[in-house]
């Protein structure tokens, strides 16, 4: 996401000779869809390496927007029906209304209102928006044609709360993006609240959530959720995309590992994976040559 970093650390042993140390962070993807690549980094001695995705690889972008004009035909056109759609409001947002813009841009996305309803959101695209210094080739190249790669007949991006609420008064078919992602706070628990029992609309999931959540249990399939202390059956479709994740694929965390001398590597310690990513990414990584890699225990101390 905007401002994200990894962190290289060189730190000196009671002899004088340096420990080069690297954190990882979040690994963002080489063909993320706005921002330019994570960068290379610096020799490091040792790695600590986030493994979300160290056991899968992302579907290609043709398949998002084949899904998501499909999703939209399906809810909107023929059901007349909402998308409502629980987005994170740096980066994720930002995405899927990229992705929209370019739809319209390219008459695919039929002519209905898209609603950014979240305050967040609103604040953080035009943050993004002010530091085009950040994207890549292919969204500048873009917005030199269209003149804004978030702004579209029909978009509508909402801060104040009776605003909101008119939204959720009004019965027209509409796209509805709102905070937050996991939908565990903000206004997207009204949103889901308002039109889970109807079965002409969807709730689209574009990303990961953790099982425990409003948005990780509908992606699990649950049947009844309880919103504001009142239970709620689900008879709207739920449909997930997972290609908007902005977590790089095993494939793409080979890719940015590649700037190493595997050789000067001493050890390489995974964290932020379940179990089978993190067992999956010690594999692929001791295959790729890298000579010792652990998985990190809460709580463990290692001497370096």
Known sequence: ILGSVSINLTLMRNNGLPVRL?????????????????????????????????????????????????????????????????????????????????????????????YVD?????????????????????????????????????????????????????????????????????????????NISDRKNTILIVGYATPDSLAGRLRGGTEIIRVFGSEHPVLANVEVMDNFSAHADWKEMIQYLSCQNKEGVKEIFLVHGNENALGAWKSRLLNEGFKKVTIAEMLGSIEL
């Open 118 to 194: 979240s305050p967040l959101s609103v604040q953080a695209t035009a943050i993004m928006n002010a530091h085009k210094e950040e994207f890549n080739p292919e969204i500048l190249e873009y917005i030199t044609r269209d003149g804004d790669a978030f702004n579209f007949p029909g978009l509508k991006y909402i801060s104040k709360v009776e605003d909101s609420k008119a939204i959720n008064t009004s019965e027209e078919p509409c796209i509805i993006i709102s905070a937050s992602g996991m939908a565990e706070a903000g206004r997207i628990k009204h949103h889901i609240a308002n």
């Open 22 to 114: 690297t954190f990882s962070g979040d690994i963002g993807r080489p063909g993320d869809d706005i921002l330019v690549g994570p960068d290379a980094f610096p020799q490091a001695d040792y790695i600590i390496c986030e493994s979300t995705y160290g056991d899968r690889l992302h579907s290609p972008k043709s398949d998002s927007e084949a899904q998501l004009l499909e999703i939209v035909q399906n809810t909107c056109i023929r059901n007349r029906g909402r998308i409502i759609i629980p987005a994170f409001s740096v980066g994720r947002t930002q995405e899927f209304v990229y992705l929209l813009d370019q739809l319209m841009h390219e008459k695919k996305l039929p002519h209905i209102n898209v």
